[in-house]
């Protein structure tokens, strides 16, 4: 008769951490190896290579009789880590997929532990209270002058923006979204999602939103208007001009929402903070932790100047928040958020708060742009290629000066499939333009010059038969 195997441990509670000990050597030591052999920013190979070796890995994945933790977590961690786009390689920046800070996911894995769930107090009696001030702190630095200002935990700039739209909606009725040709596309969608007009689309000719084009269409459009404004546009990292922006929108009696998910993190540099000039006097502002604080994903917020206006998601489910338990004194969490189970990402984000402070955060958004700005110098310096124009954030476009957009998208590919560089595009000026999105506060000189050699050299290699 086989022995049946032992029941698996649980993460909780006292023996918790003494279960977790050996698994977490059996996941680092995957991680590592995982990464090793990849050795690289992306696994080469393409889709398929990719699909076959997690396949041959991971089957069967439901076995009549299991493999046991530690064979499962050393297969499965190992396959994931090898075929993954590590962020923390300089020559992975194509997207705002920021590398996490080693604290902030030290700091998840306690939250996966304890496994609260923020949508009752007696589900999260601590965590909840976490979140009350890590939002409060938080939201005072986006409205250092608001009567009551005070944020929401959100998934990203999706959800954010989302809400800002909803709020709107239910304090005005059918408003009539205004936005620029850069604004990301989560504003369109909320937008359908909750049956509102079709965006009215400002034009963008100098990468920003054109104010004269703003005015006029606030001018001829009647009813309730928001105006999404964006702080970090996706493609260029561009900010619109949030003060001129919030004096039309007080002329004409609209509201503001600015999508700061990628920008926003500029609050806690000293010197780049006056970028951000205006942004306390948007009605609603998104800012994604996730990409420039260094994060795992999910680390959004979603920032008002006065609670009040976050009145309209509050919601009552009996088994929840019980009109007498609110009154009896327990906290009410359902109007923090859409969903209703949500982990407790706060912990990351407020560890980080703490173990860094104002000037730390500082520090790395201030060496990430500076190192936004030696690529650009470098590219400027490179014969062949073209810098799209100098950075605001820490986007960076270029291109081979001579090549076609087909040659440029198909550069990027290979690169792609070889797992050399990561690369995004954009479309700006009716050109294909090669994207790095850098997010690594470590990245060196060195990396910066490895990644345009690499474009270099598939450009060379392109040019002559193989």
């Not at 509670?13 to 190896?33: C, E, F, K, N, S």
């Not at 923090?336 to 990402?345: E, V």
């Not at 081979?400 to 797992?419: K, N, V, W």
């Amino acid at each position: 008769m086989s022995t049946p195997p032992p029941d698996p441990a649980l993460a909780g509670g006292t023996a918790g951490p003494d279960a977790l000990r050996p698994l977490l050597a059996v996941v680092l030591d995957a991680l590592h190896d995982g990464a090793a052999e990849r050795g690289g920013p992306l696994p080469a190979g393409g889709p398929e290579t990719v699909a076959a070796r997690l396949r041959e890995a991971a089957e069967p994945l439901l076995p009549e009789r299991g493999t046991g933790a530690e064979e499962a977590l050393r297969s499965l961690v190992h396959a994931v880590a090898q075929g993954a786009a590590d962020p923390a390689d300089p020559l992975c920046a194509a997207h705002l997929h920021a590398p996490p800070l080693a604290l902030a996911v030290a700091a998840d894995l306690a939250a996966s532990a304890l496994n609260p769930s923020m949508d009752s107090w007696d589900q999260a009696p601590a965590a909840s209270e976490l979140e009350a001030a890590a939002t409060r702190t938080l939201a005072a630095e986006v409205y250092p002058r608001g009567a009551d200002p005070d944020a929401l935990v959100t998934t990203g700039g999706t959800e954010s923006n989302l809400l800002a739209l909803l709020l709107a909606r239910e304090r005005h009725g059918a408003v009539q979204v205004v936005c620029g040709a850069g604004t990301h596309h989560s504003v369109r969608r909320a937008a359908w999602l909750l049956g509102l007009p079709e965006p009215v689309t400002v034009p963008v000719p100098s990468g920003t939103i054109d104010l004269a084009a703003l005015d006029d269409a606030l001018t001829d459009l009647h009813g309730p208007l928001l105006v999404a404004a964006t702080a970090g546009t996706t493609d260029t990292g561009r900010i619109d001009p949030l003060p001129e922006i919030a004096d039309l929108c007080e002329r004409h009696g609209a509201e503001l929402h600015v999508d700061a998910a990628y920008g926003g993190p500029l609050l806690f540099s000293a010197s780049r903070r006056s970028l951000l000039n205006g942004l306390d006097r948007a009605h609603s502002v998104t800012i994604d932790l996730h990409k420039m604080g260094w994060q795992p994903v999910a680390a959004g917020l979603f920032a008002v100047p006065d609670r009040a206006r976050l009145a309209p998601l509050g919601h009552t489910a009996d088994y929840l928040n019980a009109d007498d338990d609110t009154e009896a004194g327990l906290p009410d969490l359902l109007g923090r958020s859409l969903r209703t189970t949500r982990r407790p990402d706060i912990l990351k984000i407020a560890v980080t708060l703490r173990a860094l402070g104002r000037t730390g955060l500082g520090a790395l958004v201030d060496r990430t742009c500076a190192a936004a700005h030696l690529l650009a110098d470098l590219i400027e310096k490179t014969p062949g290629l073209e810098l799209y124009e100098r950075p605001t954030l820490s986007t960076v476009l270029f291109r081979p000066a001579t090549a076609t957009d087909e040659r440029t998208a198909d550069i990027r590919r290979t690169l792609l499939a070889e797992g050399r560089v990561v690369l995004g595009r954009a479309r700006a000026d009716d050109r294909l333009w090669l994207k790095a999105t850098l997010l690594n506060p470590h990245a060196t000189p060195g990396d910066l010059a490895a990644l345009i050699q690499e474009v270099l050299i598939e450009l060379a290699e392109g040019s002559t038969p193989r």
